[in-house]
């Protein structure tokens, strides 16, 4: 997660110490330099939130940001996820998941309501997938390949909007 992200992860009070230490040695070594960054990469690996978070808020502030909130922050880390699951670095299930669990934060927004009725699909469909034999396990195949082509249909749509 880049600055911004992260600052969407704090701002919806998802963001962990250890994630803001993180985010701030990834941003000195692309050449971002403060004295409150500086502090903030030095302290220990897993520094409680409420040792890092306040430092993280005055080193966003040196650099003129803010922390967004509530549906701005949620579309953020949806748009994250979506990346990822362009990528590939995260599998569509484990997407579409994390996507879903923003949908509150996101005063229920339409662009993530497909991510929780995907969601519901997807656990339904993966219930009793191992135990599944002949045209049961080749139909849940089927919709397992139909979820996915949805899913990344619903994350294209996600990352074409703007926040």
Excluded at 52 to 63: D, H, N
Aim: glycine share 8%.
């Amino acid at each position: 997660m880049n600055i911004d992200e992260v600052a969407a992860l704090y701002g919806l009070g998802r963001a962990k110490g250890e994630d803001l230490v993180a985010v701030a040695l990834r941003a000195m070594e692309s050449g971002l330099k403060s004295d409150n960054l500086h502090c903030l990469a030095g302290l220990t690996t897993k520094p409680p939130l409420r040792d890092a978070g306040p430092v993280f808020e005055a080193t966003l502030s040196e650099f003129g940001k803010r922390i967004p909130t509530g549906k701005e922050a949620a579309l953020i880390v949806a748009k994250y996820h979506a990346r990822k699951i362009i990528s590939g670095k995260m599998s569509p299930a484990d997407g579409v998941f994390a996507i879903a669990q923003l949908w509150e934060d996101a005063d229920r927004s339409g662009i993530i309501t497909p991510f929780v009725a995907m969601a519901d699909d997807l656990d339904e469909t993966m219930t009793g997938y191992d135990q599944a034999e002949g045209n049961l396990k080749t139909k849940k195949e089927n919709e397992l390949k139909e979820l996915n082509e949805q899913i990344f249909k619903a994350t294209r749509r996600l990352l074409s909007d703007a926040v």
